[in-house]
């Protein structure tokens, strides 16, 4: 399930990546000189091409008509009376708005659905695990209260050793409970 998640994860990425990459740059790879409109060109007027035309951020080229047309500002879309999706562009020739909306879509899509998955294993895949944990905190407990155990045994077996070996040379301690008193 998380290999999935994770195989999922890296297929958006690579997606979004590709097609930024797409979308920055042209299919020639030479650089677009950038132009600032004019205030006093209209987009009617330019009509030497689509390159000519999309330097002025404001316009849209029809291919269908060839005519260079103001982008409708209140709309989101150029309408399809003036010009249709397939063949109106913006920003660069080569990418219509239809293919924008659809790989849009697409990659929205993915990370919506991918983000879904993601919420759902950590909400209720992990909440299945808390049993799993619990035993595994049992058994590092267990095991923690033998190694305290063994080391009791360990020290035990040290101290007899120890105090064997101060019987045999005579160095027993007085376990009397009385102590020397000296005066300091």
């Given at each position: 399930?998380i290999?999935?998640?994770i195989?999922?994860?890296i297929?958006?990425?690579?997606?979004?990546?590709?097609?930024?990459?797409?979308?920055?740059?042209?299919?020639?790879?030479?650089?677009?000189?950038?132009?600032?409109?004019?205030?006093?060109?209209?987009?009617?007027?330019?009509?030497?091409?689509?390159?000519?035309?999309?330097?002025?951020?404001?316009?849209?080229?029809?291919?269908?008509t060839?005519l260079?047309?103001?982008?409708?500002?209140?709309?989101?879309?150029?309408?399809?009376?003036?010009?249709?999706?397939?063949?109106?562009?913006?920003?660069?020739?080569?990418?219509?708005?239809e293919?924008?909306?659809?790989?849009?879509?697409?990659?929205?899509?993915?990370?919506?659905?991918?983000?879904c998955?993601?919420?759902?294993?950590?909400?209720?895949?992990?909440?299945k695990?808390?049993?799993?944990?619990?035993?595994e905190?049992?058994?590092?407990?267990?095991?923690k209260?033998?190694?305290?155990?063994?080391?009791e045994?360990?020290?035990?077996?040290?101290?007899?050793?120890?105090?064997?070996?101060?019987?045999?040379?005579?160095?027993?301690?007085?376990?009397?409970?009385?102590?020397?008193?000296?005066?300091?």
């Open positions: 399930m290999l999935r998640n195989i999922i994860l297929f958006c990425a690579s997606i979004s990546v590709v097609f930024v990459r797409c979308a920055s740059t042209s299919p020639t790879d030479a650089p677009k000189p950038t132009v600032t409109p004019k205030p006093g060109i209209k987009c009617e007027e330019l009509t030497e091409g689509c390159d000519q035309c999309l330097k002025n951020v404001t316009c849209y080229w029809c291919e269908s060839k260079c047309a103001e982008y409708p500002v209140g709309d989101i879309f150029p309408k399809k009376e003036d010009c249709p999706l397939s063949e109106a562009r913006w920003l660069e020739c080569w990418l219509n708005f293919a924008l909306l659809i790989s849009m879509g697409v990659i929205a899509g993915v990370i919506l659905i991918s983000c998955c993601c919420c759902v294993y950590c909400c209720y895949c992990k909440g695990n808390k049993a799993r944990y619990a035993k905190d049992a058994k590092l407990e267990r095991q209260e033998e190694r305290k155990m063994r080391q045994e360990r020290r035990a077996e040290r101290k007899a050793k120890n105090d064997e070996i101060r019987k045999k040379y005579g160095l027993v301690k007085d376990d009397s409970g009385y102590t020397r008193f000296e005066n300091s």
